[in-house]
Nanobody, 121 residues
Framework: QVQLVESGGGLVQTGGSLRLSCAASGSIFSINTWGWYRQAPGKQRELVAALDSGGTPNYADSVKGRFTISRDSAKNTVDLQMNSLKPEDTAVYYC???????????????WGQGTQVTVSP
């Protein structure tokens, strides 16, 4: 079993910054891809940023130029640097990882429990 734990959420004012981190642990052979998603009250969960297996990022149009996703494969972690935050960024943020587990190397998707980000006007 694999566990993902997010940290770094909190309350910031418009224009501020936060750095989210997600750490994976458990029966991990390797982590192939990472993603950050968010869900605001009454809204669908949406992809914010993702890294493919080669480390190439992609971003939602709403966060391009403001957010940066990065990984540390040796530590099994992924970060999301969020700058110039806006009230519309307020949501629960979730990390997701595609993980090859030991010993079979079969791949599964795992989700964290989420961390609240609130941006006040």
């Amino acid at each position: 079993q694999v566990q993902l734990v997010e940290s770094g959420g909190g309350l910031v004012q418009t224009g501020g910054s936060l750095r989210l981190s997600c750490a994976a642990s458990g029966s991990i052979f390797s982590i192939n891809t990472w993603g950050w998603y968010r869900q605001a009250p009454g809204k669908q969960r949406e992809l914010v940023a993702a890294l493919d297996s080669g480390g190439t990022p992609n971003y939602a149009d709403s966060v391009k130029g403001r957010f940066t996703i990065s990984r540390d494969s040796a530590k099994n972690t992924v970060d999301l640097q969020m700058n110039s935050l806006k009230p519309e960024d307020t949501a629960v943020y979730y990390c997701k990882a595609r993980v090859a587990i030991t010993p079979t190397r079969l791949m599964y998707l795992y989700w964290g429990q989420g961390t609240q980000v609130t941006v006040s006007p």
